[in-house]
C-alpha cells in the first residue's frame, strides 16, 4: 500500500468529509423546500452557522431554568453540609455549637438560658468505660422522690439542686421485695447488695426462707452472697459506716443471713432459734469470715455487742430495740481477734479517737459511737466526746481504705433519714438528707484531691420510700414545712408536708371534733408531727419507685427503670467481682464495650 495513493486518507480528512456532506444535506433540504436550487457553502459559513446554533441553546428557557434549579439546589446542599457539620459535627463540645440568639422578656429569657446551659451540660456528657477501682455506694434510708424535693427545697430552693443530682446519670429502682409491694429495709437492702430480692424483714437469705424460719436460714444453698463477699475474695478492702446501728437492717445485709431483722442480739431471739443453731446478727458481725475481714465499721449499736450497758442523757439506750444481757463482749472479741492475727486494728468510740486515728498505720477500725443509733446532725455534740457526723466517719473510711492497691468498697447508709420519718418529723428527715449531700460533697472533693474521680463508681440511692406527700399550691419560694392552704370541708389550714400513715398523725380537737389546726403550732419546730391520714404506731414505708444517680467508672449502666437487684451486678461487673471475675462473660460484655 502506498503512503500517497488516493487508498489512503487522513483522519481529518475523515472528519472533515462529514462534516461537508452534513452541510450540503442541509442545504439541499433547504432549497427543495423554497423551490430553490441548492447552493454550497464554505468553510467559515458553516462554522459561523454551528456558533449560532450554540448561542441559541444558551439562550433558550429550558437551559435558563435548569442552570437556575441547579444553582439553587447546589446553594442549599451547601448549607445543608453548614448547618450540618455546625451542629453534629462535634455535639461533644457545646462551646462549639451555635444557636439563634433571640430578644425575649426576660420572664422567657431566664429559662431559655437555662435551657441552654442544661443541653451544654448533656451534650458534653461523656461514656466512662474504664473499669472500677473503688465503689462507693451512698445508700439513704428511706429517701424517696418527695422526701429529696422537699429536701432540696429546704435546702436550696426549687430551683437548687442537691450534690447527686448533678451526676451525669440516673435511673429509677423499683423497690417492692419478692413477697410484699411495699418492702422494709432488710429485704431492700439484700436486693442492692445481693443481687436477689427476698421476703419481707428477712436478709441474707432467698425467697425460699420465710420470715422467723430458723431452721430454713440455716441451710448454706440459700444464703444470698454480696458485693462485700465477692470484694474480699478479690482482695479488695471493704467497709460500711451508718449513721444508725451497726446491726441494723441496712448494714446487715452486708454481712449477716437472718431470717427476722429483728434478731440483732440474743435477747429478742426466740429460744428455739438458739436451740436450732441460728447466730443473732451482732456475732455474725464478730464471729464470722465475712464480717471479720470488714476493714471499716462505723455506727452506733453498742448496746448489742456489750452486755448490760447503760444509757445516759447524753447517749441513751434504744427503747425500740432490745439490748444484749448474755455475758458477752464483743467489741473485745473482736479486738482479741484482730491481736491474735497480728493485724494492726483500732477500736474507737467518740468524736476525739475517731478524729486523731492513724489511718495511715491501720487496716481494721471498730467504731461504735452510741448505745443505740447516732444522734440526729443537728442535735449531736460536736466536742471530743460526742458522736461524729456522717462526713466525719465516711472521710476517715476513706482514708484506711485507701491504704490498698486492690482498690476498695465502701457502704455510707444516712440512717437517720428513715428514723425521722418513722416518727413523723419531717423537718429532721430533711435536715438528714442534708448531711447526706454533705457527706456526698465532701467524697467527691477527697477523690478529685487524690485524682480518683474517673477510676471510682460512686453511687447514690435509696433502699425504699416513705409516705411523705408534697400538698396544695404554696408560693414558689414559700417555707416547706410551713402551711399551703385550708382544707375544703372544714377551712382548716394544712402544712405542705403531710404523712399517708403517721405516728401519731391524725390529730383531733377534742372540743370541735375535728382536725387540728396546724397554724396554732410551731411547723418548724424538730419535734413537730406532721399530720398524716391514718395512724398507725409508726410512719410507715411507702412502695415508690427511688432514684438512682451514679458518676465515675461504668456509671451509665444505670440508664432507666431497673429492678433494685439490678445495683449489686453493676456494681460486680465494673469491679469485674464475683460472678465478672475473670469470666468469659466479663471478657464478652468488655470486646461489646471496650474500656
Given at each position: 500500500m502506498s503512503s500517497t495513493g488516493t487508498d489512503s486518507t487522513k483522519l481529518g480528512d475523515v472528519g472533515l468529509i462529514e462534516v461537508q456532506l452534513d452541510s450540503l444535506d442541509s442545504s439541499h433540504n433547504f432549497a427543495n423546500s423554497n423551490g430553490g436550487t441548492p447552493r454550497t457553502k464554505t468553510l467559515p459559513e458553516q462554522q459561523q452557522l454551528q456558533r449560532q446554533q450554540q448561542k441559541n441553546v444558551f439562550k433558550s428557557k429550558v437551559f435558563i431554568i435548569a442552570v437556575s434549579f441547579s444553582a439553587v439546589l447546589m446553594i442549599a446542599m451547601c448549607i445543608g453540609f453548614l448547618v450540618h457539620y455546625e451542629f453534629a459535627g462535634d455535639v461533644s463540645d457545646m462551646e462549639t455549637v451555635s444557636y439563634w440568639h433571640v430578644t425575649l422578656p426576660k420572664e422567657q429569657q431566664e429559662w431559655y438560658d437555662r435551657g441552654?446551659?442544661?443541653?451544654?451540660?448533656?451534650?458534653?456528657?461523656?461514656?466512662?468505660?474504664?473499669?472500677?477501682?473503688?465503689?462507693?455506694?451512698?445508700?439513704?434510708?428511706?429517701?424517696?422522690?418527695?422526701?429529696?424535693?422537699?429536701?432540696?427545697?429546704y435546702g436550696y430552693k426549687e430551683e437548687g439542686l442537691l450534690s447527686w443530682e448533678r451526676f451525669p446519670h440516673m435511673g429509677l429502682l423499683k423497690t417492692y421485695c419478692a413477697n410484699k409491694q411495699v418492702p422494709d429495709s432488710f429485704s431492700t437492702a439484700t436486693a442492692l447488695f445481693g443481687g436477689v430480692k427476698v421476703n419481707y424483714e428477712t436478709g441474707g437469705v432467698d425467697a425460699t426462707v420465710p420470715l422467723g424460719n430458723c431452721s430454713a436460714s440455716l441451710q448454706e444453698a440459700h444464703h444470698v452472697q454480696n458485693i462485700l463477699n465477692w470484694a474480699q475474695a478479690d482482695g479488695m478492702r471493704t467497709g460500711f459506716v451508718t449513721t444508725t446501728r451497726v446491726t441494723h437492717a441496712t448494714p446487715a445485709a452486708l454481712y449477716a443471713h437472718v431470717p427476722d431483722r429483728r434478731w440483732e442480739c440474743e435477747s429478742v431471739m426466740?429460744?428455739?432459734?438458739?436451740?436450732?443453731?441460728?447466730?443473732?446478727?451482732?456475732?455474725?458481725?464478730?464471729?464470722?469470715?465475712?464480717?471479720?475481714?470488714?476493714?471499716?465499721?462505723?455506727?452506733?449499736?453498742?448496746?448489742m455487742l456489750i452486755s448490760n450497758v447503760t444509757g445516759t442523757d447524753r447517749d441513751p439506750l434504744d427503747t425500740w430495740a432490745g439490748h444484749s444481757a448474755d455475758g458477752r463482749?464483743?467489741?473485745?472479741?473482736?479486738?482479741?481477734?484482730?491481736?491474735?492475727?497480728?493485724?494492726?486494728?483500732?477500736?474507737?468510740?467518740?468524736?476525739?479517737?475517731?478524729?486523731?486515728?492513724?489511718?495511715?498505720n491501720v487496716d481494721y477500725v471498730l467504731g461504735i459511737f452510741a448505745n443505740g443509733h447516732l444522734?440526729?446532725?443537728?442535735?449531736?455534740?460536736?466536742?471530743?466526746a460526742g458522736m461524729p457526723s456522717?462526713?466525719?466517719?465516711?472521710?476517715?473510711?476513706?482514708?484506711?481504705?485507701g491504704n490498698s492497691d486492690k482498690g476498695y468498697l465502701l457502704v455510707v447508709?444516712?440512717?437517720?433519714?428513715?428514723?425521722?420519718?418513722?416518727?413523723?418529723?419531717?423537718?429532721?428527715?430533711?435536715s438528714e438528707v442534708l448531711a447526706l449531700n454533705e457527706a456526698v460533697q465532701a467524697v467527691q472533693a477527697h477523690l478529685k484531691a487524690k485524682d480518683q474521680l474517673d477510676e471510682t463508681l460512686m453511687i447514690v440511692t435509696a433502699d425504699h420510700s416513705h409516705s411523705l406527700t408534697i400538698n396544695g399550691h404554696p408560693e414558689r419560694g414559700a417555707d416547706i414545712l410551713g402551711l399551703a392552704g385550708n382544707s375544703k370541708t372544714e377551712e382548716t389550714p394544712y402544712t405542705t408536708?403531710?404523712?399517708?400513715?403517721?405516728?401519731?398523725?391524725?390529730?383531733?380537737?377534742?372540743?370541735?371534733?375535728?382536725?387540728?389546726?396546724?397554724?396554732?403550732?410551731d411547723t418548724r419546730d424538730w419535734e413537730y408531727t406532721q399530720q398524716a391520714a391514718i395512724n398507725t404506731n409508726e410512719n410507715l414505708h411507702g412502695g415508690s419507685d427511688v432514684t438512682i444517680?451514679?458518676?465515675?467508672?461504668?456509671?451509665?449502666?444505670?440508664?432507666?427503670?431497673?429492678e433494685q437487684s439490678y445495683v449489686a451486678h453493676v456494681i460486680s461487673y465494673a469491679l469485674r467481682i464475683g460472678r465478672f471475675r475473670d469470666s468469659t462473660i466479663a471478657e464478652s460484655l468488655a470486646e461489646l464495650m471496650p474500656l
Open positions: 441552654i446551659n442544661e443541653l451544654k451540660v448533656a451534650l458534653n456528657r461523656e461514656l466512662n468505660r474504664r473499669r472500677a477501682k473503688n465503689v462507693i455506694l451512698f445508700v439513704g434510708d428511706g429517701m424517696g422522690p418527695n422526701t429529696v424535693t422537699a429536701s432540696r427545697i426466740p429460744a428455739e432459734a438458739q436451740q436450732q443453731g441460728c447466730m443473732d446478727i451482732a456475732r455474725q458481725l464478730v464471729e464470722t469470715k465475712t464480717g471479720q475481714q470488714i476493714n471499716v465499721i462505723m455506727g452506733g449499736g453498742r448496746q463482749n464483743l467489741m473485745q472479741d473482736w479486738a482479741q481477734h484482730k491481736f491474735d492475727q497480728g493485724q494492726s486494728h483500732a477500736v474507737i468510740q467518740n468524736n476525739g479517737e475517731l478524729r486523731y486515728l492513724d489511718t495511715a444522734k440526729y446532725d443537728h442535735e449531736r455534740d460536736a466536742s471530743d456522717l462526713t466525719n466517719m465516711t472521710l476517715k473510711a476513706l482514708e484506711v481504705l447508709e444516712a440512717g437517720m433519714i428513715d428514723q425521722a420519718h418513722h416518727r413523723g418529723n419531717a423537718r429532721k428527715a430533711l408536708l403531710t404523712y399517708g400513715t403517721s405516728y401519731q398523725g391524725f390529730q383531733v380537737d377534742p372540743q370541735r371534733m375535728m382536725r387540728q389546726n396546724p397554724a396554732l403550732s444517680h451514679a458518676r465515675g467508672a461504668m456509671s451509665y449502666l444505670f440508664h432507666g427503670v431497673h
